[in-house]
């Protein structure tokens, strides 16, 4: 176990002096408290709360445990549900941690959901603990690939100070980024072709291959529902400048719809692959 008294003091500016007689204990006692890191095996529970108690702070604030955090389960289990984004971008995930101790391990189970108005492009976050059942019967209705992500946290002492504090940012900036380039990539994505693809093309709108070409004059705008069977390397363009995602999305081939100034109409992806041929 971990004190934190003498960041504690600094930050309320007590000094042990002044502590002593708020608490009305001897200095002798509070000095070794203040001094060290770990929690001296022989402090009472009485003294921390009236240590707690003076300085106004919670009992997880003054003694805590060093903590291993890692998430090893995190998964979108749903988001866009239409053909376009109107003002807002919505995302679920469930998030499995491993909360490793000294002494124990425990696991955490975690329903977050993300909001993304376009209006304000600032993300919005909820996190809810889950019952182990129901995040079981959520893993197993899904397909999806596991995702792993690992997080060092040296300063949780419970669940609850898990959700109100310091894991809940680390969660949320770890997934704020992808979400971001998702958003961005529904809105601006293209795909640049120098020609277009035709029968005698060795490159199509196949599973597992890639697209790489497009007509120079045109510009293509990819907008999905579901991503799931084809892959994809993409470009999006942000203020006039070109600039490459750092990774691909597996798509759903006949969720896509591509937009062409030209032809005044969408296309479903299979649907303007047959007609080149």
Do not use: H
């Amino acid at each position: 176990m971990k004190i934190n008294l003498k960041k504690l003091l600094s930050l309320k500016n007590v000094s042990i002096t002044e502590l002593s007689e708020l608490t009305k204990i001897s200095r002798s006692t509070l000095t070794p408290l203040a001094r060290e890191s770990n929690l001296l095996g022989k402090t009472k529970i009485e003294t921390l709360e009236r240590i707690c108690e003076a300085l106004e702070v919670n009992f997880s604030e003054l003694v805590y445990e060093e903590v291993s955090v890692k998430v090893i389960f995190f998964k979108k289990i749903g988001g866009l549900d239409k053909e376009e984004i109107d003002d807002c971008y919505e995302a679920y995930f469930i998030c499995k941690l491993s909360i490793e101790t000294q002494f124990k391990k425990e696991y955490l189970y975690l329903s977050i959901s993300s909001t993304y108005p376009l209006s304000t492009k600032q993300s919005l976050y909820n996190v809810e603990i889950m019952d182990d059942l129901d995040f079981l019967l959520m893993e197993r209705a899904s397909k999806s690939t596991f995702e792993e992500l690992c997080i060092d946290k040296m300063s949780i002492f419970n669940s609850a100070d898990v959700i109100k504090d310091d894991l809940l940012l680390l969660l949320t900036r770890a997934i704020s980024e992808p979400i971001k380039n998702e958003i961005i990539s529904m809105q601006d994505i293209f795909v640049k072709q120098d020609k277009w693809l035709d029968a005698s093309s060795s490159i199509g709108f196949r599973k597992d291959e890639r697209i790489r070409e497009y007509k120079e004059t045109e510009e293509l705008f990819i907008l999905w529902n579901l991503y799931n069977e084809l892959s994809f390397d993409f470009e999006y363009l942000n203020s006039g400048e070109i600039n490459s995602l750092p990774f691909s999305y597996v798509v759903d081939i006949n969720s896509f719809q591509i937009k062409s100034p030209s032809f005044g109409k969408n296309y479903n992806l299979n649907e303007w692959y047959n007609s080149l041929k």
